[in-house]
């Protein structure tokens, strides 16, 4: 069995990944990250445990103390019917008061980007990972991509030896 992988055992056994916006790293370097909730319907839950989330255009804003999650699209729930939720309405974030102070201070000042990473249930309870972020220069994004394919020679050097 030399050849097989271990597995990593999941950080939290109560915590299930739903989306990861994996273009955001690419796109923007994070600074700081947060977890917070998220104000949802019922259909929009049901939707979620199918895995019917699309991050791609969604970012964060903040509003009259409260911060928002805009351009989150959630499929429509199949059997919800008449009572179903529109895809892609502005969704409320759970945060506390002085969490919205800091990242809005944070993100005014220096013209920094809220962006939703990862979308998980946690305990049951729907959770957005939101990161604080600056946008890549190109040459930024070209120098991570170099250093990712010479780690990637070197592991394979070093599996061959």
């Not at 259909?43 to 970012?59: F, H, I, T």
Request: hydrophobic share 35%; aromatic share 6%; net charge positive.
């Amino acid at each position: 069995m030399a050849g097989k992988k271990q597995r990593k055992p999941p950080a939290d056994k109560n915590e299930r990944t739903i989306a990861q916006n994996r273009k955001a790293r690419h796109n923007y370097v994070v600074l700081d990250t947060l977890e917070c909730g998220i104000v949802l319907v019922g259909s929009e839950v049901k939707s979620l445990r199918q895995g019917k989330l699309s991050l791609e255009e969604a970012y964060g804003r903040v509003d009259r103390d409260e911060v928002w999650l805009v351009g989150c699209d959630i499929a429509e729930y199949s059997f919800a019917h008449a009572l179903n939720h529109m895809p892609r309405r502005r969704r409320k974030l759970l945060l506390h008061r002085r969490e919205i102070k800091k990242f809005a201070a944070q993100a005014f000042e220096k013209s920094l980007t809220l962006v939703p990473l990862k979308v998980y249930f946690k305990k049951g309870r729907a959770k957005v990972l939101l990161g604080l972020c600056r946008g890549k220069q190109l040459h930024d994004k070209r120098e991570a991509m170099k250093k990712r394919d010479t780690q990637r020679e070197i592991n394979r050097a070093m599996r061959r030896r």
